[in-house]
């Protein structure tokens, strides 16, 4: 018998039994398929060497007037811009106390200073940043006082604890002499508040989120019951923040890295800006700062409370009017299909925005209405406010019940991979999945929370190859996601060894310099006619090409796996496993089924220098395959 060619339709597809599947994959993790072949994505290195503190669950790049490229980063805990590869801390400052205020008290043998600050708003894990303190007698000298901490425990309203440091980290214990309380000139500086990592839902159905409130009451939403995700857009240099449910914040590019943003409705010449919001959108070819979620006017001032369905815009050209007069262009919309703003972004010539069920399309018209706000869709709501992404085709985004395309209408996407991401996506979790565009290779990417791994974390990822139409699956975690662009190749963010970084994507081809594991793909199961007859394969002659970095002295390898099954009700046994180079012409093997399938997948038994700097694509490699009776 001839030789068979193992060709396959590109993507894989979960949407059909191994069995049925023929001539297709199954499975796969840390692959793409690219021109109709498979190959393994590339690899990932550390941007810059600092790291930053906390989740970082948002990134938003841009240019200044000069060219100076920054990138500004969202994390639960700060919000820092990030410039030369260097992270610099611009979270904004909720309060300052008066010289005095602030009081110490240690106990000889403890690290723990207890902090006294009548009223102080803090809660656990916030930041503040002590001066004016003298030493406390003994080895809780000014040095250690005097510099940022992150609050360890909140007693009550009027008291909390830090735990001392040196200047560089390391902890200090207080002695006998440490009977001080650090002097009448200290002042204590906070930042704001720090947001929740974890969703916590409550039960029953309300205006909130998913789950938040009693049934059918209204859940109000702040800062202190949404996940913190922090949305950001340029109006000219200056950059807008908004961290979810809270205040909305500026920060000046001329005042340099080391200023601070502060609150856009405080800063001279605001008017009505609003307090709160959900999130932030400057629209571009008109000009108007928009806010999904802001808190309404009563009264002649912002009410301070989040209406879920509101969007307030600016006058045009102006971030800091947001009075509607006969003489400007602010003015505000209430949406009526929903219960909550999820997301919204900008598109062509439009500005989209979701809500929990529906999709409208905002788009500037003149005066005197400023903005025709249509709905386009109901029932697609939005799964997260992270999870949709500007594609050149058109906009992508993730429902509850699968992923959508609007390009002018909103169609569903055919997906061979539905069922599995769907069953398996945290919907306690939801509003942490995120997806971005790696437009080098016409891909969307979708990361998410799985119900398998149950960490409660983004811990797995889709991607859909958007030219192609073919989808592909794996386990990977990222926070964050930004397309190349003003930056020269994708930007996402993670924890590596436990310190919270951004990466590079699409940079050679490890895993930050150490072997990317658990690299494969898998076919469905094959047979000879409709199965009736025994297959015996003797041989496999491999077509791969192994791309090599040529300042790594390795010996690639990958694995060519054959499993086998004699019905599709059986589990498949894995058969051999052969291991192939880059100088393999053949392998000889010996296996016997009604059906078998075949794996590729990276050589993690090797030796480690053989597992770095390469990368595989497969070809049309074929076996030798013959049938062999029918029992």
Known sequence: ????????????????????????????????????????????????????????????????????????????????????????????????????????????????????????????????????????????????????????????????????????????????????????????????????????????????????????????????????????????????????????????????????????????????????????????????????GADPISGGARTGSVDPMLVAFSDQEDELQFEPLNTNSAGSVRLSSGSFIVGGIKSRQEVLIWTDTALYSMQFIGPPLTFAVNLVNEGAGLIGPKAMANAPTGVFFASKNGFYFYNGAVQRVRCTVQEYVFNDLDLGQAFKCVMGVNAAYNEIWFFYPSLEDGTGEISRYVTYNYLDQVWSIGKLTRYSWIDQGINDKPLAGLSINGAYCLVEHESGYDADSEPMTGVFIESADIDIGEGEQFSFIKKIIPDMAFTVDSTVSNTPAMNFVMKRRNYPGQSLVTDSTTQITQTTSFKNLRTRARQIAVRFESDDDNAAINQKGYKWRLGATRLDIQPSGRR
């Open 1 to 292: 018998m001839p030789l068979a060619k193992l060709e396959f339709q590109p993507g894989i597809n979960r949407e059909s039994t191994d069995y049925a599947a023929e001539g297709g994959w199954v499975d796969g993790n840390l692959v793409r398929f690219r021109k109709g072949r498979v190959e393994k994505i590339g690899g990932w290195e550390k941007y810059g060497t600092d790291s930053i503190e906390g989740t970082p669950r948002a990134i938003h790049p841009w240019l200044s007037l000069d060219g100076t490229r920054y990138n500004g980063i969202g994390t639960t805990w700060k919000y820092y811009v990030e410039q030369g590869q260097t992270y610099y801390d611009v979270t904004p400052i909720r309060a300052t106390t008066a010289a005095g205020d602030v009081t110490f008290a240690a106990t000889s043998g403890s690290s723990t200073i207890t902090v006294s600050d009548t009223a102080h708003g803090a809660v656990l894990n916030d930041f503040v940043t002590f001066s004016g303190a003298v030493s406390l007698g003994g080895l809780i000298t000014a040095d250690v006082l005097n510099q940022e901490y992150q609050i360890s425990a909140v007693v009550d309203v009027d008291t909390y604890e830090i735990q001392a440091k040196d200047t560089s980290g390391a902890t200090v214990t207080a002695n006998a002499s440490d009977t001080g309380n650090g002097g009448g000139s200290i002042v204590g500086e906070y930042q704001i508040n720090v947001g929740l990592d974890t969703y916590v839902s409550s039960s029953g159905w309300g205006v909130g989120t998913w789950g938040a409130g009693g049934f059918g009451s209204a859940s109000a939403i702040s800062a202190a019951n949404q996940l913190r995700l922090w949305t950001h857009d340029n109006y000219g240099e200056n950059l807008i923040i908004n961290p979810r449910g809270a205040g909305i914040y500026r920060w000046v590019e001329n005042s340099g890295v080391t200023v601070r943003a502060v609150e856009l409705s405080q800063v001279s010449g605001a008017n009505l800006v609003p307090t709160v919001g959900l999130q932030v959108i400057t629209s571009e070819t008109d000009r108007h700062l928009i806010v999904l």
